[in-house]
């Protein structure tokens, strides 16, 4: 148990389903990250909050949509995705103001797009 | 742009050897260099964080280093046993971003 929590643990929709992706942590950090880890590619990154303010949004399609309520949460919230959309995703957190310190990760979210 | 690439992509030892994993970065404008473990279908397990300050950090049989100026950083695995058997990730954080880029990681095969 790292201290970050992601469920589900899999999940699978189709394209025209609409579905969220949770994150928990419980480190007392104040930034959290959404990657993507597609097969036979380096992990992505998708977004990034800092104290919970979107401030990086790497081109990712609108079809995902990020959500910070606080600082020990984050969701991904999915809809009509695309079969290439299939991945793990995997959310991670780090101490904001310290750039010094290594960052945290769940086990990810195995998701299959059919 | 940074970019992280980390030789070989696959290795396989039989158990108790030593070996090396390799990491290459192309700036060497970096807070910090971190090594992680997963295991197929899982997570990232940290294993290492190197400051950019620094030169080596141990934990246990693992071994890291950092050589900030030439863009590499080795881990070392002593004594290698079946359960050392992951792929092995390397990923820089570039000073003025608050990301990790990672490499394409190292798949680690250590047989009995």
């Known amino acids: 148990e790292t201290g970050v929590t992601q469920t589900p643990r899999h999940l699978v929709m189709g394209m025209t389903n609409k579905k969220s992706l949770k994150c928990e942590q419980h480190?007392?950090?104040?930034?959290m990250y959404w990657y993507k880890q597609s097969a036979k590619k380096p992990l992505e990154l998708m977004f990034v909050?800092?104290?919970?303010?979107?401030?990086e949004n790497n081109s990712v399609p609108s079809r995902f949509s990020p959500e910070c309520p606080n600082s020990s949460h984050l969701f991904l919230h999915l809809h009509t995705l695309q079969p290439e959309d299939s991945a793990l995703y995997l959310c991670?957190?780090?101490?904001?103001?310290?750039?010094?310190?290594?960052?945290?990760f769940g086990s990810g979210t195995r998701l299959t797009v059919v | 742009k940074q970019e992280v690439t980390q030789i070989p992509a696959a290795l396989s030892v039989p158990e108790g050897e030593n070996l090396v994993l390799n990491c290459s970065f192309t700036?060497?404008?970096?807070?910090?260099l971190q090594w992680f473990r997963q295991d197929p279908g899982k997570g990232l397990t940290s294993l290492l964080l190197?400051?950019?300050?620094?030169r080596e950090q141990t934990s246990g049989r693992l071994n890291a280093s950092l050589d900030k100026s030439s863009g590499r950083s080795t881990l070392y695995i002593a004594a290698s046993q079946p359960g050392d058997s992951a792929t092995y990730l390397c990923?820089?954080?570039?000073?003025?971003?608050?990301?990790?880029?990672f490499g394409q990681g190292t798949r680690l095969t250590i047989n009995p």
């Open positions: 909050y800092s104290l919970e303010e979107r401030v």
């Open positions: 190197i400051q950019s300050s620094q």
């Open positions: 991670a957190s780090s101490p904001d103001r310290g750039f010094y310190y290594g960052y945290t």
């Open positions: 990923a820089v954080r570039p000073q003025g971003a608050q990301k990790l880029v």
């Open positions: 480190l007392g950090h104040n930034a």
């Open positions: 700036d060497s404008a970096i807070y910090n």
